[in-house]
């Protein structure tokens, strides 16, 4: 099982940190479906140290979503540190993850992110200057190079290690990549085979089956899902459930995808507002929405609705079309 320092996990399924999506509305939804661990989305150490106010609602998190894995970012030492002492102290996360993989420009330009990929030394001294002064276990999420000519995976891996790092989630790909082309597991399995803390394996898992592979064949102790979980929180219940009992659970019906987009939603406007809350819910319907049939129309619906009402009547709409098709068809 996944253990990360005296966290234990009660699976090895593990949601990821995905900026501008992985607020509490989103991870408490997941964490229903059986996730293992949840990550909420980075934060700016530099929005944390000048307590900016939409970071600080940030690091809201729900009782019900522990354990939680919260994730900071940030070029410079001293503040880096100020942040995690932060989180540390004033947060129920039990977890302080530092990101090492985000390869947006705006990022790397801080020298944070990815920027650390080029540079072990800097990756020891960053890490081991947090796990002094924090007494929650810090985690780092990196990607495997920063481009192909610069694949330093175990090398940094191993600094984190050697700074008292307790865990490491590992995408293999590239900064250049960015989420483009294969996800490398070959490196996965070779930082694997050269550290002793747990390697969670991230990149290419959007089935159960892919998550069996990935265990199979890296060895690691986690696996990471991402992408393949937005709207569809299903992937996490039925990859667990694989991996317990090599039974393929059904995919949710239209029915079961609205009645959980709906919860979602009125989750994010108890985080936000009516007004917030449905402008951001547009791309997470639009992924709910996949899938089901006639949802063209919807998706383009969707854009266009302002109230929780609009959302429920249309969404409502749709299912109801869909389950009147399938009810002719069984009919004939």
């Known amino acids: 099982m996944l253990k990360i320092g005296d966290i234990e996990m009660k699976n090895q399924v593990v949601l990821a940190p995905m900026a501008g999506v992985c607020n509490s509305a989103f991870r408490l939804t997941v964490k229903e479906f059986g996730a293992g661990l ?3 989305e980075m934060v700016s150490d ?10 600080m609602n940030m690091l809201y998190i729900d009782e019900r979503e522990k354990p939680l894995s919260l994730q900071i970012f940030g070029g410079k030492k001293e503040s880096l540190v100020e942040a995690a002492q932060f989180v540390d102290k004033n947060t129920n996360a039990d977890i302080i993850d530092i990101n090492m993989g985000c390869p947006v420009p705006k990022i790397t330009k801080c020298d944070a992110g990815a920027k650390w990929l080029l540079d072990p030394d800097k990756i020891y ?6 796990v002094d002064a924090v007494d929650k276990p810090v985690t780092v999420k990196m990607r495997m190079g920063w481009d192909e000519d610069h694949i330093y995976a175990v090398r940094n891996a191993q600094a984190v290690e050697r700074a008292g790092g307790k865990a490491v989630s590992l995408h293999g790909r590239t900064r250049v990549q960015m989420y483009e082309g294969k996800s490398n597991w070959g490196i996965i399995r070779e930082v694997k085979n050269s550290v002793n803390i747990p390697i969670i394996g991230n990149g290419d898992v959007e089935t159960p089956q892919d998550a069996e592979r990935m265990l199979k064949e890296t060895g690691v102790d986690g696996v990471m899902i991402g992408r393949a979980a937005l709207g569809n929180p299903w992937v996490i219940y039925r990859t667990i459930k694989y991996l317990e009992t090599g039974e393929l659970m059904d995919e949710p019906t239209a029915r079961e995808k609205i009645d959980v987009c709906l919860l979602h939603m009125d989750r994010l406007i108890a985080l936000k507002n009516e007004n917030v809350a449905v402008r951001e819910m547009r791309k997470h319907a639009a992924w709910y929405l996949k899938g089901i049939g006639g949802n063209a129309r919807a998706r383009k619906g969707i854009n266009e609705c302002n109230t929780r009402e609009d959302v429920v009547t249309l969404l409502h709409g749709l299912v109801e079309e869909v389950e ?4 002719n068809i069984q009919a004939v």
């Open 324 to 327: 009147a098709k399938e009810q």
């Open 46 to 55: 530099k929005g944390i140290v000048y307590k900016n106010e939409k970071t």
């Open 38 to 40: 949840v990550c909420a």
């Open 125 to 130: 001294e960053m890490v081991s200057a947090v």
